[in-house]
């Protein structure tokens, strides 16, 4: 949940008349949540939101994952995917990393030229900001958009995003509802004291669009029996002609910079850094913060067992310590899945104490169901990481 914002104009009772300058009665469409039992607002358009003229099937990019068996940790290079220079488009050029029922992992270089309109009808999505700037066009108004955003867009909110320069965007798209941690809200939805973030951290559209066109078409990602497919729609008129909206649904962005990081005096659990959640898995974020004070303190992670989830680590920038000799650097995933422990590089631990500090910014996403491949996933590897901690794999001596 978002808190309660109001944009362009609205009637002073819902669903009652709400007339323009000129006479004309504007259209009234709730977008919610859980059938009316979750947040929503409230828009009111000047054309018919359900006018459509065509539909048609929309191929999606490659969707198929491969299982991680035989079970191993991974390494994938990210920055390996797109050539220098080769602008894609930010959403049908998004390459599937890594997916689940759950939740889907993809990764995009863009150009400046805009997307094509969008809907995801499968969940929400989380696009965090690795590099570049612009717009995101929305039915709501344009929200825009920088290094170290997160841009969380509702499910079945028309939207386009808009490149201002080219643009490294990593895709964390729900087949849920994603929002801040329950632990961090009171009964009513208020972000608490005790929260890393706040309402004041979070940007939603500040004015209308009020765009005009005609058979508009929109690409639509959405659910079957047979799996997440793709539909273009055509629409009589063009989707961002609203007038006003209000309500606590909405698309907005949080930056990184604004998580305030929660430490003690020896090593604190994953769960400190998290900033969102949706349906079986959460987002965390690793900031610049100072580390565990101690006097005996290890600041790097303890070796640990993911019983219950597959731990996905996004390198953004700095220098991670416990992954120093692994071959690990901005723009790489690791994947440590559940049934293998895992923890620091050997010489890390040493290397680690007595620092004060960590330099470091991260995007992790845990989930409770197994992760699989897609084909960047497979594009991407580095062969040799999984047997980084032994400095030896299959075939190899111990010489």
């Known amino acids: 949940m978002v808190h309660y914002a109001l944009v362009g104009h609205v009637p002073p009772k819902r669903h009652t008349q709400h007339r323009e300058a000129g006479g004309g009665l504007l259209r009234e469409e709730l977008m919610g949540e859980e059938g009316f039992s979750s947040d929503s607002s409230l828009l009111y358009h000047r054309g018919v939101p359900s006018a459509i ?39 049908t050029g998004r390459r599937l990393v890594l ?23 499968v969940g929400d999505e989380c696009v965090f900001v690795e590099a570049g700037s612009g717009t995101v066009e929305t039915v709501f108004g344009a929200v825009p958009y920088r290094s170290g955003d997160y841009v969380v867009v509702p499910r079945a909110c028309d939207h386009r995003w808009v490149p201002s320069e080219p643009s490294r965007l990593y895709a964390i798209e729900a087949a849920s509802h994603l929002g801040p941690p329950k632990r961090y809200l009171s009964r009513y939805g208020q972000l608490l004291e005790h929260a890393p973030y706040c309402e ?5 559209p500040r004015e209308p669009l009020l765009a005009e066109g005609q058979d508009v078409e929109v690409l639509v990602k959405h659910r079957t029996s047979a799996g997440i497919v793709g539909t273009r729609l055509t629409y009589a008129g063009h989707p961002f002609d609203v007038v006003g909206w209000d309500g606590c649904l909405y698309p907005h962005t949080f930056n990184v910079a604004e998580f305030e990081p929660i430490t003690g005096r020896v090593h604190q659990p994953p769960p400190v850094h998290q900033v969102f959640e949706g349906r079986n898995f959460v987002v965390c974020n690793f900031v610049p913060r100072k580390v565990d004070y101690h006097p005996l303190a290890i600041p790097v992670p303890y070796y640990h067992s993911n019983v219950d989830s597959d731990e996905v680590m996004f390198y953004v920038a ?41 330099e470091e910014l991260a995007v992790m996403v845990d989930t409770f169901a197994p992760l699989e491949l897609g084909e960047a996933g497979l594009a991407a590897e580095d062969p040799a990481y999984a047997w980084s901690w032994a400095g030896r794999g299959p075939g190899l001596s111990r010489s």
């Open 53 to 91: 003229v065509d539909s048609a099937v929309w191929e999606l990019p490659d969707q198929r994952l491969t299982p991680n068996h035989p079970l191993k940790p991974r390494h994938l290079r990210l920055h390996s995917l797109f050539p220098e220079g080769a602008g894609a488009d930010p959403v």
């Open 99 to 121: 997916g689940n029922a759950d939740v889907r992992i993809s990764y995009v270089v863009t150009g400046t030229a805009p997307s094509p309109l969008y809907r995801n009808a």
């Open 200 to 204: 004041r951290d979070l940007h939603g």
């Open 318 to 358: 700095g220098d991670y310590e416990a992954r120093k000799g692994s071959g690990i650097d901005v723009g790489s995933i690791s994947l440590h899945p559940g049934g293998h422990a895992h923890g620091p590089q050997p010489s890390a631990i040493e290397a680690s104490l007595g620092v004060e500090r960590f």
